[in-house]
């Protein structure tokens, strides 16, 4: 797709590393190279992923990010038409979104041909306004030349805000109107089922890609089947995206 993918969530434990593993798998699944980096400079979770060669980017200098660090990496995204997924921390939101905002580059990447996707993560549960503040907060700093993918994470409950779902919500309705909606993802419910929820965690923790999972002896048949289908829930959600 020669496109570029940045995980943007100003609220921390919410899925934004497995959202950046999980799709990585999936665009590998339509067979896309594809190029990972992790820019969080306290949890580097996506970069432990060894079966998926993600580069681990510094981009703190005396405990503070520094937006110029990023351009190294801009540069690199810039010059290869391979699709681009970069996982960021909560503490490197706010310079982030700032830095893709004032330096233009959502434009400087359409201009190259590539096509842009923020992908922002909200959950239900205690969180639930911090992650709609975030992904209000990333609307307004998103042009015309990028879109937003908005995943649901329903682990810590249904993500409803003020009774409604997001997509019924004032701010989503504005913005997909503005064009800046690509689309929305469900990580369905799965906390009633310790069976999902103990695979899910163990795959998690050791790091594997469900193409390790499934060669792994550490795994049962029927463990390995559910990681299988919520794997294939979380692809077909994302089938749906119009990319």
Do not use: C, H, W
């Given at each position: 797709m020669n496109s570029f993918h940045s995980v943007q969530q100003g609220k921390g434990g919410v899925g934004k590393s497995m959202t950046a593993v999980v799709f990585t798998q999936y665009l590998q699944s339509k067979g896309a190279k594809v190029l990972c980096a992790d820019t969080d400079p306290v949890n580097r979770t996506f970069s432990?992923?060894?079966?998926?060669?993600?580069?681990?980017?510094?981009?703190?200098?005396g405990g503070n990010v520094?937006?110029?660090?990023?351009?190294?990496?801009?540069?690199?995204?810039?010059?290869?038409?391979?699709?681009?997924?970069?996982?960021?921390?909560?503490?490197?939101?706010?310079?982030?979104?700032?830095y893709l905002a004032e330096n233009d580059i959502y434009q400087i990447m359409a201009d190259h041909g590539k096509t842009v996707f923020i992908h922002c993560v909200l959950v239900g549960g205690q969180a639930r306004s911090d992650t709609y503040d975030g992904l209000a907060d990333l609307l307004g700093k998103v042009g015309k030349s990028a879109k937003v993918v908005i995943w649901e994470n329903e682990f810590w409950g249904k993500v409803e805000f003020d009774g409604v779902p997001i997509t019924a919500s004032k701010l989503y309705k504005e913005a997909d109107k503005a064009g800046k909606i690509a689309g929305?993802?469900?990580?369905?419910?799965?906390?009633?089922?310790?069976?999902?929820?103990?695979?899910?965690?163990?795959?998690?923790?050791?790091?594997?890609?469900?193409?390790?999972?499934?060669?792994?002896?550490?795994?049962?048949?029927?463990?390995?089947?559910?990681?299988?289908?919520?794997?294939?829930?979380?692809?077909?959600?994302l089938d749906k995206i119009n990319w």
């Open positions: 432990r992923y060894k079966a998926l060669d993600v580069a681990a980017i510094d981009i703190a200098e520094m937006q110029r660090k990023f351009d190294p990496l801009m540069e690199i995204i810039l010059s290869t038409d391979a699709d681009v997924v970069v996982d960021s921390g909560a503490a490197t939101f706010l310079p982030l979104t700032r929305v993802v469900k990580i369905i419910d799965r906390s009633q089922s310790d069976t999902f929820t103990g695979d899910i965690k163990q795959m998690t923790q050791a790091n594997l890609t469900l193409a390790e999972v499934i060669d792994s002896p550490d795994f049962s048949f029927l463990a390995k089947n559910r990681l299988k289908k919520f794997v294939g829930d979380v692809f077909a959600e």
